[in-house]
């Protein structure tokens, strides 16, 4: 039963770029979150999709988009990125029916230079 | 708002030892979750223990059991008999759309 995954691994980008993170839920969960962790940090709430909608967003600006598919897989979209996006971003996958912990992914760290 | 405040930046402990991870909460919905996760240095966050805000029983799994005090909002961890393989940054995090604490990081010493 494959976990969480996510690719890239690492990504390096120039500032004012944009950048696609792609993530797949692990069997059986229909529901994708996205968490930016700075260095030193928790990790910070980006947005959640369910039934390849919207369905809860965190304090993030609107340069950071997301997408979820029918086979619930979900990218992560951060347009003209910023020295400060360099982090790591995870994405969780749940059920979407009840208070199920989220299992994480490896996370894609991405650096801004 | 939900809100998590880990107030330990970092604990030191032996091996064999118990240790406690404090995590205090706020929050005016009803029903919630707390949880545990574990990140080591590698960088994935692994899931540990879970509380409903209605649970009677405090979770225990394994090693790991939640001391739950709902009317001090706090539900701190409890690793029993610690092991090398501990170390890591724990984090305290809220239902829903995690709300994560700022971790604490455990060291556990031979």
């Known amino acids: 039963d494959a976990g969480v995954t996510q690719s890239p691994t690492h990504l390096i980008k120039t500032r004012g770029q944009q950048v696609t993170l792609r993530c797949s839920p692990k069997?059986?969960?229909?529901?994708v979150s996205w968490y930016q962790q700075a260095l030193g940090q928790g990790p910070q709430f980006i947005f959640q999709?369910?039934?390849?909608?919207?369905?809860q967003r965190g304090n993030f600006p609107d340069r950071f988009s997301g997408h979820q598919f029918p086979n619930y897989s979900s990218e992560l979209n951060v347009n003209a990125l910023l020295l400060g996006d360099s982090a790591l971003y995870l994405c969780?996958?749940?059920?979407?029916?009840?208070?199920?912990?989220?299992?994480f992914g490896p996370g894609t760290r991405l650096t801004v230079t | 708002a939900q809100k998590i405040t880990q107030t330990q930046p970092g604990m030191f402990v032996q091996e064999k030892e118990a240790v406690t991870l404090d995590c205090t909460y706020d929050?005016?919905?009803?029903?919630?979750?707390l949880f545990w996760y574990k990140q080591p240095s590698s960088g994935e966050m692994i899931f540990l223990i879970y509380?409903?805000?209605?649970?009677?029983q405090n979770a225990t799994e394994g090693r790991y059991s939640l001391n739950f005090q709902k009317a001090r909002k706090s539900a701190n961890l409890v690793i029993s008999a610690s092991q090398l393989g501990d170390s890591a940054m724990y984090f305290c995090?809220?239902?829903?759309?995690?709300?994560f604490g700022k971790g604490t990081s455990l060291l556990v010493t031979p």
């Open positions: 069997s059986g969960h229909d529901t």
């Open positions: 929050t005016s919905d009803q029903s919630y979750g």
């Open positions: 995090a809220m239902m829903d759309a995690l709300n």
């Open positions: 999709y369910y039934e390849e909608e919207e369905r």
């Open positions: 969780a996958s749940s059920r979407g029916d009840g208070p199920y912990e989220q299992y």
């Open positions: 509380q409903g805000s209605y649970d009677e």
